[in-house]
């Protein structure tokens, strides 16, 4: 435990990211767009999230020393204080560092909850997220002289990352019924063949019997 901590102490936590700001900023990046940052291509910690909007292209990025690749149109974000770095980009969209303090709590609790691997959320073409990205760009471009203005980019950012943690439990849900059917699907194919093991012989039998094709059987059974 010692020295977990003691390696967890030397790798660099950055804190000056949301320096100056309102607790939160937003980039838009472009495939054209350099990625020179040495210092995100090392791994490090962050003392705030990190919410990343693909618009299109690919990003490679080592989160909890697990390789995860993002494809095409995409979200992901990384909680504070978990080591990552990047491996690359060439990618285009937003780039949303936030202070723990400007999410709401409900959300919070669902980014807190997902490790590493269901970090990541696929999106549609103009998805809701996608779009309240583009409304908070636009919003940033000019300074916000009045609270009420700040207020309104603040809401913004909630709804962003509310609708993020809403698309990740969505597609945890997703996965769970699929999973789920898969799981039963196992169970009657294992009664099946403890009654038929005599006379059925092949693969395709048993589909027949359980309704469904062969290669989602043998997909099932390799699980």
């Known amino acids: 435990m010692g020295k977990r901590k003691k390696k967890l102490e030397s790798i660099p936590l950055h804190t000056a990211e949301l320096a100056d700001s309102a607790g939160f900023r937003l980039e838009y990046f472009d495939l054209s767009s350099e990625f020179d940052s040495s210092a995100a291509l090392e791994a490090h910690r962050d003392d705030h999230y990190v919410f990343y909007v693909q618009t299109q292209g690919h990003t490679e990025v080592i989160l909890d020393f697990e390789t995860l690749r993002l494809e095409g149109i995409v979200a ?20 949303l560092a936030a202070d723990p303090s400007v999410l709401d709590q409900l959300s919070r609790t669902v980014l807190e909850s997902e490790p590493a691997c269901r970090q ?3 999106l549609r073409e103009n998805d809701p ?10 919003t940033c471009r000019e300074p916000a002289i009045h609270p009420v203005q700040l207020n309104a980019q603040l809401a913004l950012v909630k709804a962003c ?6 698309a990740l439990t969505q597609q945890h849900s997703r996965s769970s019924r699929l999973q789920s059917r898969a799981d ?15 006379m059925a012989k092949s693969a395709g039998q048993y589909a027949l019997m359980l309704n469904i094709s062969t290669s989602y059987l043998n997909e099932v059974v390799k699980q």
Request: aromatic share 12%; charged share 10%; glycine share 8%.
């Open 76 to 95: 992901g974000y990384i909680r504070p204080g978990q080591i990552h770095h990047y491996i690359g980009r060439y990618s285009a969209g937003y780039f």
């Open 161 to 166: 990352t509310s609708m993020l943690a809403a």
């Open 184 to 198: 039963n699907i196992l169970v009657e194919f294992r009664k099946l063949v403890k009654q038929h093991f005599l």
């Open 129 to 138: 997220i996608l779009q309240c990205m583009h409304l908070l760009l636009t």
């Open 120 to 122: 990541i959320v696929s």
